[in-house]
């Protein structure tokens, strides 16, 4: 079955600066790539994904890229601001079968 | 569109009775279901994925006879943990996939905190 890492495991950056998550995955049929922010105690929120068709995709500050052939996909997140401090998780999926998440990066941006 | 909700949000039981929680889906008909664990400061784990009107498939090393979950309706869900014991303590979240959407798409509920005393 599908094998998501996930790194780092945590992450602190000021302010302002650009932070990047990065996952492997072991399965080359998976072809959706979601990428989660989770708040303590909230459900997980979807702020990006990415299909297998696609290598790079970009919604204002937040980008994810693809590489099929390596089978990693990163999330970037530039001009940091407080409010993204969260868990972030990965993960991959293929077709309608079930997601595997990644274990989780904390991110903390510092003022 | 596409909200997911749970009840309840918390519960406090002790040691040895059972729990219901509850996942609906407000706004479209969901096929499948997904229960997931979430341990303090670790991932969500996939407990089992339920499809409407049939038996839930359950992740191995998921007991099913003590996770019981019935899917009898396109937009209900429950999963009832039986003689819960302090390790069952974690927090449980639903998720939904539509049959009009993506196959991928999966919409989340807000999550239930359970804690056995």
């Known amino acids: 079955g599908e094998n998501v890492e996930q790194h780092p495991s945590t992450l602190s950056v000021q302010e302002g600066d650009s932070a990047v998550i990065k996952c492997t995955y072991s399965d080359s049929a998976s072809n959706y790539f979601p990428w989660y922010k989770q708040e303590l105690g909230k459900r997980p929120q979807l702020i990006i994904d990415i299909r297998s068709n696609v290598g790079e995709k970009k919604d204002q500050r937040i980008a994810v890229t693809l590489n099929k052939t390596a089978k990693h996909f990163s999330l970037h997140i530039t001009e940091t601001q407080p409010e993204d401090s969260a868990v972030y998780f990965c993960?991959?999926?293929?077709?309608?079968?079930?997601?595997?998440f990644g274990q989780g990066t904390r991110l903390t941006i510092n003022p | 569109g596409a909200v997911v909700s749970q009840h309840p949000s918390w519960v406090i039981c002790k040691s040895g009775t059972s729990v219901k929680i509850e996942c609906r889906s407000l706004d479209f008909q969901a096929t499948t279901m997904f229960w997931y664990r979430q341990f303090p400061k670790q991932s969500l784990m996939l407990m089992a994925t339920?499809?409407?009107?049939?038996?839930?498939?359950?992740e191995q090393g998921v007991e099913k006879d003590k996770f019981l979950i019935n899917h009898a309706s396109l937009t209900l869900s429950t999963l009832t943990v039986t003689s819960a014991h302090p390790e069952d303590s974690s927090f449980y979240i639903c998720s939904a996939r539509g049959s009009d959407g993506l196959p991928y798409e999966q919409y989340f509920g807000p999550g239930t905190r359970l804690t056995v005393t």
């Open positions: 993960a991959a999926v293929q077709g309608a079968q079930k997601l595997v």
């Open positions: 339920s499809n409407e009107g049939s038996k839930a498939t359950y």
